[in-house]
């Protein structure tokens, strides 16, 4: 069986109950008991409509998650009715938004804080003004593509960091970058005992049904696509046009 046939939304159930069984506790960025704990995070790259699923995924197994999402996205609109209301229902669920911040977005690649930190408080605002909320925490984007690694503060523009220094020395980590686990699968990480987690997938990855991650890219991608069509379907039947 292929590695990514586990990245299912049963496989992502299995995780949760499975960090469940081992006694960890699913908590905030910030928050740091002294029992075994989980920050279970996710970076929202392509699909608003996965992360809804693996948010209600969550409700049903008592646990909280943080999700981060970029404004700048070419997958998806934050200020689209239906988009916004999906997220809207994730902070509904009791599960965090944090900003994902995009150096793609600049033509900066090698950032100073005198650069960094006006950007990320742009966009800081510029969330919370579509979300009508506060923020807490920030992940990076494709940190690998700028020198985003190179800054390890607790915080930045007010914002936790969720690739701080600490946060990298201390805590075990499993991601599912690319659609693979990155380091090792993260179920292994779980049973490795470590009193501290964090755990990073991306929910485009975890469909109903096993497939590959190009067509799992395809899936949020062009299913995008068809509801932007019937989208336009609807308003010209709503409007008494014809094509």
Excluded at 190 to 211: A, D, N, Q, V, Y
Aim: glycine share 6%; charged share 25%.
């Amino acid at each position: 069986m292929a590695d990514f046939d586990e990245f299912t939304e049963a496989g992502f159930r299995a995780l949760i109950v499975s960090l469940k069984s081992a006694a960890y506790r699913f908590v905030r960025y910030g928050e740091a008991p002294a029992e075994p704990h989980v920050l279970w995070r996710h970076d929202v790259d392509f699909s608003m409509h996965r992360a809804a699923a693996l948010a209600r995924i969550e409700a049903d197994e008592g646990a909280i998650a943080t999700y981060f999402v970029n404004p700048r996205s070419p997958f998806y609109n934050l200020l689209e009715p239906e988009v916004n209301a999906l997220l809207r229902g994730i902070a509904a669920l009791g599960h965090e938004i944090g900003l994902h911040f995009d150096a793609g977005a600049y033509a900066e690649t090698n950032w100073d804080e005198a650069r960094l930190i006006p950007a990320v408080a742009r966009e800081r605002s510029l969330l919370e003004t579509i979300l009508e909320m506060p923020l807490r925490t920030m992940s990076w984007h494709n940190p690998d593509i700028a020198n985003l690694l190179d800054f390890g503060a607790e915080s930045i523009a007010g914002l936790i960091n969720a690739y701080s220094a600490r946060l990298r020395r201390d805590y075990a980590y499993g991601s599912d970058s690319n659609g693979v686990w990155r380091y090792q699968p993260m179920r292994q990480v779980i049973l490795s005992g470590h009193p501290r987690l964090h755990l990073l997938t991306h929910p485009e990855w975890w469909t109903p049904e096993p497939l590959s991650p190009s067509d799992r890219v395809d899936r949020a991608v062009f299913g995008r696509a068809r509801r932007v069509r019937r989208q336009y379907d609807d308003i010209l039947r709503a409007c008494g046009r014809s094509h």
